[in-house]
């Protein structure tokens, strides 16, 4: 039997192990989960949402614990990571009525017809994630994939393995057996389950492996949900409160080390605020303590690994030569440990500037005009998130509309309410989910319709 040894990219210390899922393996466990689906269906959304809600207690109560275990295996400020398990317990019972209410039977009348529209499961979801949100990022899938009464078999990221299992192990427990099964190993495993005849894919990931994802897929026509990488682009008008903005720019460019889909990638400021935006928010910068999440002061964690810490400086190193300007950090990087980078004079043909960076770096390009900023942000082939600052609410609002990101925030993150998809447009995104909408997505709508007996 393989093992995946899982590390602390703080330390590089090995802090445990799981064993591989034999590709043999794969489709038992996919024929298991195919067994306890129609009893799993039958439940309903009441009866599966009473379950998957007495998970919350569980998430609350071992919130430190999990907590510890994200930040020993991916890195993060301790602090951050037990809010993202107790994230899991947050507002559980009331999302899980939401889904409940998205995928009910609705009617529809004409004149002669009465039909019903049903959401019915797919069958068995397969939920392949990533390692930044190691809890979180299985969570956004694998719940609304069982709340509407698919099966799920999920494969955590091969760098967060333990956060992945203990995510399904203190989910699962309140579940019938093979509900919720896990596999583990890397992109062999995930390609192996998604050849497996499941019937949905909901992956988090890169753009690279979505595309891959989406061409295995073809072949049986297989549902995909993909939720994809992004070059975010906050753009800082002339109005903006510009302390406002650098801190905006400073939390979303450096939070979980810049390792976030929706981080800000990319920042376009005019060139009469440029000098003292780019001033505060390397000050900002300056401030954010870097080192091992489980150190009280640390803002900043750890690269998740080797390549990707190369990945990062590679980047920064091109932007260098190709005549960027380092206004904070730029050196004293250790171990998987980059310190918080602010670049300016970022132009568009720079490699850091197109490609996803997933680091603590924030890229300032000077633009002469909002119109410019716009035509730069949307130059890109990513549409996940972007960000607007500017004091005059319908200005900035407008400049909002003509962005071709998914979801964009006007003076505050790129978050909606509660109850708004999570959403990328072009590639970052094919079908989306949360929300109604989103929610539906792990369902196969169903229309049956008779002739009105009342007419
Ligand atoms: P990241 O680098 O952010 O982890 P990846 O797209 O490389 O993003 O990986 C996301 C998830 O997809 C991981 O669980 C990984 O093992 C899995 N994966 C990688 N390649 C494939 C593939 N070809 N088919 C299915 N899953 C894959």
């Known amino acids: 039997m393989t093992t995946l040894v899982s590390y602390n990219p703080s330390s590089g210390e090995p802090i445990g192990d799981v064993p591989v899922t034999a590709a043999s393996e794969v489709p038992t466990v996919v024929q298991r989960a195919r067994a306890a689906q129609p009893a799993w269906a039958a439940?309903?959304?009441e009866g599966r949402g009473r379950l998957l809600a007495a998970a919350a207690a569980r998430f609350e109560e071992r919130g430190?614990?999990?907590?510890?275990?994200?930040?020993?295996?991916?890195?993060?400020?301790?602090?951050?990571?037990?809010?993202?398990?107790?994230?899991c317990a947050a507002g559980l019972a009331e999302h899980l009525q939401e889904i409940a209410a998205a995928v009910a039977t609705q009617v529809v009348e004409d004149k002669r017809i009465r039909s019903e529209v049903h959401h019915d499961p797919h069958g068995v979801c397969a939920a392949i994630t990533p390692w930044n949100f190691p809890l979180m990022m299985p969570h956004w899938l694998v719940l609304p994939a069982l709340a509407t009464g698919n099966t799920v078999v999920l494969k955590p990221s091969e760098e967060t393995p333990l956060c992945g299992q203990a995510y399904a192990d203190v989910l699962a427990e309140g579940l019938p057996e093979?509900?919720?099964?896990?596999?583990?190993?890397?992109?062999?495993?995930?390609?192996?389950?998604?050849?497996?005849?499941?019937?949905?894919?909901?992956?988090?990931?890169?753009?690279?492996?979505?595309?891959?994802?989406?061409?295995?897929?073809?072949?049986?026509?297989?549902?995909?949900?993909?939720?994809?990488?992004?070059?975010?682009?906050?753009?800082v008008l002339e109005d903006a409160h510009l302390e406002a903005a650098a801190r905006f720019a400073a939390t979303n460019s450096f939070r979980n080390a810049g390792q976030v889909c929706v981080s800000t990638e990319r920042i376009f400021v005019p060139e009469r605020i440029a000098a003292r935006f780019v001033d505060l928010l390397a000050q900002a910068a300056g401030e954010m303590t870097v080192g091992d999440g489980f150190e009280s002061?640390?803002?900043?964690?750890?690269?998740?690994?080797?390549?990707?810490?190369?990945?990062?400086?590679?980047?920064?190193?091109?932007?260098?030569?190709?005549?960027?300007?380092?206004?904070?950090?730029?050196?004293?990087?250790?171990?998987?440990?980059?310190?918080?980078?602010?670049?300016?004079?970022?132009?568009?043909?720079?490699?850091?500037?197109?490609?996803?960076?997933?680091?603590?770096?924030?890229?300032?390009?000077?633009?002469?005009?909002?119109?410019?900023?716009?035509?730069?942000?949307?130059?890109?082939?990513?549409?996940?998130?972007?960000?607007?600052f500017g004091a005059d609410d319908e200005r900035a609002y407008a400049v909002a509309r003509k962005l071709?990101?998914?979801?964009?925030?006007?003076?505050?993150?790129?978050?909606?309410?509660?109850?708004?998809p999570w959403v990328g447009a072009r590639q970052s995104g094919y079908g989306f989910h949360r929300s109604p909408d989103g929610h539906r997505q792990f369902t196969q709508t169903r229309v049956v319709s008779r002739p009105r007996s009342d007419r």
Request: glycine share 14%.
């Open 43 to 45: 439940l309903g959304a």
């Open 64 to 87: 430190e614990e999990l907590g510890k275990l994200i930040t020993r295996e991916m890195g993060k400020p301790l602090k951050e990571a037990v809010r993202e398990a107790r994230g």
């Open 178 to 235: 093979d509900v919720l099964q896990v596999v583990h190993g890397a992109d062999e495993t995930g390609r192996t389950l998604v050849a497996a005849e499941v019937d949905l894919i909901a992956f988090t990931g890169s753009r690279e492996t979505g595309k891959k994802i989406l061409a295995a897929a073809a072949d049986r026509l297989t549902r995909v949900i993909l939720e994809l990488g992004g070059k975010d682009p906050l753009l």
């Open 297 to 388: 002061d640390t803002r900043v964690g750890p690269m998740i690994n080797g390549r990707q810490r190369d990945h990062v400086l590679r980047q920064i190193d091109a932007a260098v030569a190709a005549g960027a300007v380092v206004a904070a950090g730029g050196k004293g990087h250790h171990g998987n440990f980059i310190v918080p980078t602010v670049l300016s004079g970022v132009t568009g043909q720079m490699a850091i500037a197109r490609e996803e960076t997933f680091g603590p770096v924030a890229c300032v390009t000077i633009v002469p005009d909002e119109e410019a900023a716009v035509q730069q942000a949307n130059d890109t082939p990513f549409g996940l998130g972007a960000v607007v």
């Open 404 to 420: 071709t990101a998914g979801m964009v925030g006007v003076n505050r993150p790129c978050g909606g309410a509660e109850g708004t």
